[in-house]
Structures are given as structure tokens and as C-alpha cells.
């Protein structure tokens, strides 16, 4: 069965350091997603992307982060400058081309610990 | 933005009985209505799924109800297995296939 899958599954960092996640979506998924999970907390939207462009984001999602796409398979978060808050498991999340809704696929998560 | 609120935040069930979570939510263009299941160390994995044209939809042991008008739709989870212990999230989506989820409800369900 086909599936989203995330790398690494555990970083850990000092705070102030770049941090960039990887992220392999389903592969004739065109919709992509980042979600992150503060422990304990409700699964939080991040950005979504379409078309190699955002198409929309949260407050959360603001100048220290960033998403590429840069080639045909696999789709990064990018946090500049990491701060404590961000501690969290970051979900990557596809959709099947052609639908706006429907299953969205969800990675095993990349567990974030600022130091 | 959409709010949503999710009830219970825990829930124990022995096994047998059922569970029954509720999710309200405010976007009144809110037009799809999943469930998540979320265990222990792993992504969120849909379980079950609707739209807003239906009201009802089975699966097995498990059910979606959605009211529209009262903006609200319910997970129903008969004769509850220890496999049904984890965390349960609703997310209703707008047209652009954004999801917000609920808080989650923690389910155990005890032998």
C-alpha cells in the first residue's frame, strides 16, 4: 500500500540552528500538507501547497518557515531559526490528485526537540 | 476561522459497550466531515468519512452521523475492542481540503 513516509522520524537541535524535514508524498498526489503536533495537543495546519506554490497558510506558519518542492518527489519544511516552541512532531500529508477533498494521507510524523 | 469543539476529551469504555464522540463545528461551508484515529507514536490514519449530502454512513463497527443545520457530527464505535484504544480526532474540511481538527478524545477501552 502506498504511503507517505518522513525523514528523520527524531532530530533534535539547538535552538537558533536550521532544521529542514523531509517528506516522500504518495506519488500521484498533488495536494501536500504540513501539520505539526505540539505533545499532548490538537493536530495544528501549517501550509498547504499546490502547483509548487502555497496556496494557504496559518499564523503559525510565519517567516522562519518555509516549504519546497525541489523535485519530483520529495516536499521539505524548512525552520530557519528554530526557537523551543517549536517542539513538536511535524506531519506531512498528501491528497489524491484531482480531489480538493477526500482522504488526506498522513506520514508517521518527525518528532522536533529544540534544545 | 473554523472552531471546532470535541466532546468528550476522554472517554473509557469496557469492551462490548459503545462509544459515541461528538464534534461540533462553525463553517457553514464546511462540506466533508472525517474521523482520525491516532495511535500511540503514529500519524493520524482516517477511519471513517462523510459528506455533507448524507447524513448517515456505516462502516462495519463503525458510524458517522452529520446534522448540518446543528453543525455538528458524531462518531459511533459499537462493541469496542481494546484495538479501538487511542485518540480520536474530528476535522471538518472546507472546499479548499483544508482540515482543523478537534481536540481529540482520548478512548480506552478496558476488558
Known amino acids: 500500500e502506498p504511503e507517505v513516509t518522513q525523514t528523520p522520524s527524531h532530530q533534535v537541535t539547538q535552538m537558533g540552528q536550521e532544521v529542514i524535514l523531509r517528506c516522500v508524498p504518495i506519488s500521484n498526489h498533488l495536494y501536500f500538507y504540513w501539520y505539526r503536533q505540539i505533545l499532548g495537543q490538537k493536530v495544528e495546519f501549517l501550509v498547504s501547497f499546490y502547483n509548487n506554490e502555497i496556496s494557504e497558510k496559518s499564523e503559525i506558519f510565519d517567516d522562519q518557515f518555509s516549504v519546497e518542492r525541489p523535485d519530483g518527489s520529495n516536499f521539505t519544511l524548512k525552520i530557519r531559526s528554530t526557537k523551543l516552541e517549536d517542539s513538536a512532531m511535524y506531519f506531512c500529508?498528501?491528497?489524491?490528485?484531482?480531489?480538493?477533498?477526500?482522504?488526506?494521507?498522513f506520514g508517521e510524523g518527525s518528532r522536533l526537540t529544540v534544545l | 476561522g473554523e472552531n471546532v469543539e470535541q466532546h468528550p476529551s476522554t472517554l473509557s469504555v469496557q469492551e462490548g459497550d459503545s462509544a459515541v464522540i461528538k464534534c461540533t463545528y462553525s463553517?457553514?461551508?464546511?462540506?466533508?466531515f472525517p474521523w482520525y484515529k491516532q495511535e500511540l507514536g503514529k500519524g493520524p490514519q482516517l477511519i471513517i468519512d462523510?459528506?455533507?449530502?448524507?447524513g448517515e454512513k456505516k462502516d462495519q463497527r463503525i458510524a458517522v452521523t452529520l446534522n448540518k443545520t446543528a453543525k455538528h457530527f458524531s462518531l459511533h464505535i459499537t462493541e469496542t475492542q481494546p484495538e479501538d484504544s487511542a485518540v480520536y480526532f474530528c476535522a471538518p474540511t472546507d472546499s479548499w481540503g483544508k482540515l482543523q481538527f478537534g481536540a481529540g478524545t482520548q478512548v480506552v477501552v478496558t476488558p
Open positions: 462523510i459528506r455533507s449530502n448524507v
Open positions: 463553517d457553514s461551508a464546511s462540506n466533508y
Open positions: 500529508a498528501s491528497r489524491e490528485q484531482g480531489l480538493t477533498t477526500g482522504e488526506l494521507f
